[in-house]
């Protein structure tokens, strides 16, 4: 963490029973050196004192609007910040930012930030996926506030799904990495971190999800893939300057970026088919899908009934997307795989890179702790024919990153 060293970082709080994490985010925070100033919500005082985060910050928390002296002050903390952190953000308190609602301190001191902005929500399943937190959050993100996205898990209510505030080292971790780019060092922060147009007129297909592979009209064999990276890497090459045909399986994540073409599938068979469709018109071909191997054989058209004995389920081999595009491939198309293994990982990552026809083949650690399926930080190693490039702990974000970073090295000149 040794990028948050003298940096000036104000902690918004607001009234979640995840508000207790924000004593570990604060405490995370000065250990690593840097100077922190707390703001919370009257309804964040119902979950946490604030002498307990006055006491770790080492500051006085400033938690009204009528704390008079601190008010007055709201633009001045603005100014000083090098970033500004909401954790947990609620719905409530999403909501008053996405629309410049300033009844609080917290909100005040938002609207007069010109340093990055980062919110980490905290609320149960149903409200994370209500189109109004969903619209509320794209509308954040459209002002250039970053989204330290949720985690997936048991919540307060009992319900389990996405929602959780995320992990405080994962909170941590986030700011550190982009304060490593440099992104914080510039004059007030204000400037975004510098993204290379290098992907410009150029056309990417990603796959992305897991696929569901029904086995009568309500049950389906599936995989625990959220499409986050996918869509990572859909957002990032989008931002670079390509245009994305982005084939999603069923997930709660999405995206609607200019740049991309969102195509929802379901079976694996749905998502051969329509990459065999796209990928003559791409130069590049990602594919970080979770594709079921094998599916049913056959897909009952009743609902099938329970017997006294064992149920049979015969399986049958879905098509290898990968193999059938890495066959087609032509010089001028690159393409990248994705692969997680438990043993001999780089010779087991060399021996698919040959099989499937990949230029490289970006590999997960599953033994890693924030790393692959459901976290929002991934740790890979690149591996090619000649080299193996191993890579820091980051966000999914900035790994999306170092993987197009990759891909434009080997993109054919002549695309
Ligand atoms: O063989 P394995 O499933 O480990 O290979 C993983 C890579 O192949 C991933 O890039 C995945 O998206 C891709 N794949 C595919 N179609 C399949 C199975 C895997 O595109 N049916």
Known sequence: MEHLRGKKIILGVSGS????KSALIVRGLVKAGAEVRVLMTRAATDFISPLTLSTLSKHAVVSSVHDEASWNNHVELGLWADAMLVAPATATTLSKMAHGLCDSAL???YLSARCPVFFAPAMDVDMWLHPATVANVKRLQSFGNHLIDVAEGELASGLVGAGRLAEPEDILLQLNTFFAQGAGAQDAGTKPVAIPHDLSGKHLLITAGPTLEDLDPVRFLGNRSTGRMGIALA???????ATVDLLLGPTHLSTQRE?????SVRSAREMHDRAVEL???AQAGILAAAVADYRPATVSEQKIKKGEGPLRINLVR????????????????????FALETENEVDNARTKLRKK??????????NEAGAAFGHATNRIQVVDHNKV????????????HDILQELVLRLSPTT
């Open 259 to 263: 740049g991309i073409n969102l195509i």
């Open 279 to 281: 990928w003559p018109r």
């Open 17 to 20: 029973i995840a508000a207790y």
């Open 107 to 109: 909100v005040a001191v």
């Open 235 to 241: 957002e990032a090459a989008a931002a670079r300057g």
């Open 318 to 337: 879905n098509p290898d997307i990968a193999a059938t595009l890495g066959a087609s491939k032509q010089p001028h198309q690159t393409l990248v795989g």
């Open 357 to 366: 026809n990949f230029d490289f083949i970006v590999l997960n650690s599953p």
């Open 389 to 400: 490039t191993p890579y820091e702990l980051k966000s999914k974000d900035l790994v999306a």
